[in-house]
Structure formats: C-alpha cells, structure tokens
C-alpha cells in the first residue's frame, strides 16, 4: 500500500543565540546536506554561523557556504574490511568511536574557552556537547538496528545512546511523530525522552509546486536523463557500487547521469557511450534532474530519502552492505510501498530487468515510450540496449 506522508514545515525551537557552531558527522554527504536548511535559517534571523567538519562534508559544506567561518575540530575515520560486515567493523571499532566521543567533548569544552559561542549544533556527533551553552543534537536514529541474532542488543544499545542524548540541551528528530513516517523503529520504536522532539523533515531542497511542475516543462531537453544514479556513503563500498554501474553501462538507455558523490574533485567524464559521470552538482541543479529523472537510484541513506520525500519522488534504494540501519530503512519503506529496494550484491545481475520493468510501467501509465517521455531519441549505437527506447 503506498502511504502518503504529509510534508510539514521545518519547526525548531527559538534560537536566540547570536553565534552558532554547526558541525555535521563526516559519514557520506547527508548529516552535512540536512544542515543546510538549518544554516539557512540561521543566516535569515541574522546569526552568525561558525562551521566545523571533516572530509568530503566538509568539502561540500566549503561549496554550499563559502562565505562562512570553518574551524578545525577532531575527527575520526572508520577502517573498513571487504572480509567482515560493516555492523561487525563498528563493533571491534566501538572503543574508538567511544574514546573519540571523549576527545570531541574535551575539544569543545576548550574551544568554547578560548571562543565566544552562543549555541552548538551537533549533528551525529556525540562528544560536542556542553555546560557552558546550549546544545543541540541533531539524529534520526535513537535506536541501533542489531542483524539477526543480535537483535537482544537493541534496548541496551538505545538507553546507550539515550545516555548521550540526555546530556544535551535539545535533540531533534528529523521526522514527523505518529504511526506514518520515514525512521520507522530508528525514532518510533521506543518512548522518546523528554528534551526530544520531532521536527519534521530536514531538506536542501525547498519544495514548490511550480518546482514540482518543473519535471513537466523541461524546456531544454538536453539536460533530461533516462537514469540518475545517485551515489554516496563510506568507501570503499561506494567505489564498489559504482564500478557495478560502469560495468552495464552498455545496457543502459542512452543517457544516463552518475553522481559520484565527490565534492572534492571537478573531473567530469563524458565519454561514455550511455553514461555521463560527474563528481558533484549543485543543490539547484540536481533538484531539477531528480524532478525530471524517470528512474532514481541511490543509497537507503535517510538524508537521501528526506529530500526525494520533500520533491515528491521514489527511487530504487540500494543499502549499503552491512549497514544495519540502510537496510532497515529500505525493508521497511519498500514494504510501505513509498520506495523499492535491490541489494547491491544482486545489483549486476537485477538491475537490467528491473530497469526494463519499471519502463514498461511508465510507458503503460504514460501512455508514451520512454524516448518521449525524456525527450532522448534513440541513436542506435547500442543494438543490446534491451529495447528500452523503442
């Protein structure tokens, strides 16, 4: 059954700060791309905003506010294995993560100090909270998906986290109370503490119905794609995936874009026969190709699925392997009929029929072949693009 879910407005608490540190967890793009619009708002009362993150979030960040302040606080990287599952990582990781927490917390505690700061922002990371201001803590996830067998961890894990977000002023869950709703048990599952509150969906895109009709009156049809794949998220598995893409390329319908999910770099490589790959786009450019996109693919990451949410569309979700808390959240929007979902390990040898399938769909619904409907015409180059432009 698919669910509707209303899109309510950005609701946080007064800040009557004047100077804000906003600083989003280094893990893939999302907690840094759901800070925009709270920077936003916080440049349109006038505040003064003070950033602080580390690799590629920080990249984007750099693109997204050039104007603003940075500072340098610690940072911490996973190692990863291509032997053992991610949830298996974190936990021989966990002393780490934990002693990080700490360094984080003794940072912020000096650096408040030595700067004038009104208020902290946190975004998935634990360790930056304060007496000496008001913090706030920014999750979508209050409990740990445990897999299989270890799901008898799940209630020690939360009060675990809950032990942490109590000891900041605020924590805001980016999604919207009741039983409708995007975290499903991430947020929901238990009884929320008292300095918790729902705060609706968090989005660098802002939504309009004259954006929405834009998907409908693309005026320059070389800037329509057939296929947007949208990349992110740790690495190496990122890279794993979109080799995976690269390999059928010559199975795609002609045109098809590739976001790397690399803010760092500029490389674009056009020189495929159906794919055109590019590092990153800007927030106003990609909103108008996921409008106008017949097929989405993209990781289950929750920051991904707030901002097709908030611009009306679905895509294909792949989880990142081993990330209890992606699969979970593709399994479950998938069974609620808002999204479908692949894993990536049957991504080679699916994705050709699912494409095939999710064509003909339109071109049922549509009443139109996929070749009006984006506006590409076929070139015959590719006699085995398994007759999706027709």
């Known amino acids: 059954m698919n669910r509707q879910i209303p899109l309510p407005s950005l609701t946080m608490s007064g800040i009557a700060s004047n100077r804000v540190l906003v600083a989003p967890l280094n893990w893939g793009l999302g907690h840094a791309t759901r800070c925009v619009p709270i920077i936003k708002k916080l440049q349109a009362e006038g505040k003064e905003v003070i950033l602080t993150a580390s690799g590629r979030s920080k ?4 693109r ?4 603003l302040e940075f500072v340098d606080s610690p940072h911490f990287s ?18 780490r993560i934990l002693w990080n927490i700490y360094i984080e917390h003794k940072w912020l505690n000096n650096f408040l100090e030595r700067n004038e700061i009104d208020e902290v922002i946190s975004d998935n990371r634990y360790g930056l909270w304060s007496n000496k201001v008001r913090c706030v803590f920014i999750t979508h996830q209050l409990m740990i998906k445990c897999p299989g067998m270890f799901q008898f961890l799940e209630p020690l894990l939360h009060r675990l986290v809950l ?12 999604d919207i109370d009741g039983k409708i709703n995007l975290s499903g048990d991430l947020s929901h599952k238990f009884k929320i503490p008292e300095n918790t509150k729902f705060i609706g969906f968090l989005s660098r895109f802002e939504f309009s119905k004259d954006k929405a009709e834009f998907k409908t009156d693309a005026k320059n049809k070389d800037e329509v794609y057939s296929i947007c794949f949208l990349l992110s998220g740790p690495e190496p598995l990122r890279t794993e995936l979109e ?3 690269r390999a059928i390329e010559k199975n795609l319908p002609k045109k098809c874009l590739l976001i790397q999910g690399k803010p760092e770099t500029t490389n674009w490589d056009q020189t495929g026969q159906n794919l055109i790959v590019g590092p990153h786009i800007d927030d106003m450019e990609l909103q108008n190709i996921l409008l106008k996109t017949p097929l989405i693919v993209c990781r289950a990451g929750y920051s991904s699925i707030m901002d097709l949410k908030v611009l009306g569309r679905s895509a294909l979700l792949i989880p990142t392997p081993g990330q209890t808390e992606q699969e979970y959240l593709a399994e479950y929007l998938s069974e ?17 029929s699912y494409q095939q399938n999710f064509f003909s769909r339109q071109e049922q619904k549509n009443n139109t072949s996929i070749a009006e409907l984006t506006g590409i015409q076929n070139d015959g180059r ?7 432009i027709k």
Not at 64 to 67: S, Y
Not at 342 to 352: A, P, S, T, W
Request: charged share 25%; net charge negative.
């Open 59 to 62: 990249d984007f960040l750099k």
């Open 64 to 67: 997204e506010f050039p104007e």
């Open 243 to 245: 080799m995976q893409i």
């Open 382 to 388: 590719s006699s085995d693009r398994i007759a999706l």
């Open 78 to 95: 996973i190692l990863y294995s291509k032997v053992f599952p991610m949830w298996m990582i974190m936990l021989l990781q966990s002393p």
């Open 336 to 352: 609620s009929g808002l999204f479908d979902k692949m894993l990536q390990e049957n991504f080679g040898k699916d994705f050709i």
């Open 163 to 174: 032990q942490y977000v109590k000891k900041y002023s605020e924590c805001w869950i980016p």
